[in-house]
């Protein structure tokens, strides 16, 4: 029989990303449970290395650091691009090809260059979300959402590479979507509905 998922009894929660968009995401899908949210930069945290191999390993590392650090309880995400084509890259080095400046338009541009003439545009975007207790104890949940590489970039919203991606059966890409509607349907929601259901709703 699987473990029954801790609950989240917690006030307080540590969101540990340098990330703004990612920030702002998660604040907005934790917003109905009314619990303070502090970024890992407001508390001055570092970035740790994230020396994982797959997106479930460097969210539970990312989280657990922050724990540690904090000695409150921290979600971390890690989440990416991963192009067909490309065997899944740029995958978990999604943030690192766009380099210390966070250079997303580059990054696109290097996706585009790597896929230029090939006919397998399909992508995905994919999410694990860690949340972690004082105690060290995480629970840790996934989710994807599918689409293909589009050229151009279309749109000014959402961050990263929501621009080049247009999600299955629709005609908007990530950033061209209304927020409510990518928040609806994306891959971090997709994840935080799992992490919602297990440890922030019932007994």
Same mark, same amino acid.
């Given at each position: 029989?699987?473990?029954?998922?801790?609950?989240? =009894?917690?006030?307080?929660?540590?969101?540990?990303?340098?990330?703004? #968009?990612?920030?702002?995401?998660?604040? *907005?899908?934790?917003?109905?449970?009314?619990?303070?949210?502090?970024?890992?930069?407001?508390?001055?945290?570092?970035?740790?290395?994230?020396?994982?191999?797959?997106?479930?390993?460097?969210?539970?590392?990312? !989280?657990?650091?922050?724990? =540690?650090?904090?000695?409150?309880?921290?979600?971390?995400? +890690?989440?990416?691009?991963?192009?067909?084509?490309?065997?899944?890259?740029?995958?978990?080095?999604? %943030?690192? &090809?766009?380099?210390?400046?966070?250079?997303?338009?580059?990054?696109?541009?290097?996706?585009?260059?790597?896929?230029? #003439?090939?006919?397998?545009?399909? %992508?995905?975007?994919?999410?694990?979300?860690?949340?972690? &207790?004082?105690?060290?104890?995480? *629970?840790?949940?996934?989710? *994807?959402?599918?689409?293909?590489?589009? &050229?151009?970039? =279309?749109?000014?919203?959402?961050?990263?590479? +929501?621009?080049?991606?247009?999600?299955? #059966?629709?005609? *908007?890409?990530?950033?061209?979507? +209304?927020?409510?509607?990518?928040?609806?349907?994306?891959?971090?929601?997709? !994840?935080?509905?799992?992490?919602?259901?297990?440890?922030?709703?019932?007994?």
């Amino acid at each position: 029989m699987p473990n029954t998922p801790r609950k989240f =009894r917690e006030n307080v929660l540590v969101i540990a990303s340098h990330n703004p #968009g990612k920030i702002e995401e998660i604040s *907005e899908l934790l917003g109905p449970f009314g619990i303070k949210i502090i970024s890992a930069a407001t508390l001055g945290l570092s970035e740790p290395a994230e020396t994982g191999i797959t997106f479930k390993e460097n969210a539970v590392l990312k !989280a657990q650091k922050a724990t =540690r650090v904090s000695n409150l309880a921290s979600l971390a995400d +890690d989440s990416g691009l991963a192009v067909s084509a490309l065997n899944g890259a740029p995958g978990i080095f999604s %943030a690192r &090809w766009a380099g210390p400046n966070k250079d997303f338009q580059g990054a696109m541009q290097r996706v585009e260059n790597r896929i230029t #003439g090939q006919s397998n545009r399909h %992508a995905k975007f994919v999410c694990a979300l860690s949340l972690c &207790w004082p105690d060290e104890y995480c *629970e840790t949940f996934e989710g *994807e959402v599918n689409g293909s590489i589009v &050229w151009p970039p =279309r749109g000014k919203l959402g961050f990263g590479y +929501d621009p080049i991606f247009l999600p299955d #059966g629709n005609t *908007e890409t990530f950033g061209e979507m +209304d927020p409510d509607c990518k928040h609806a349907m994306s891959h971090r929601a997709v !994840a935080f509905k799992k992490l919602v259901n297990a440890c922030f709703i019932g007994e």
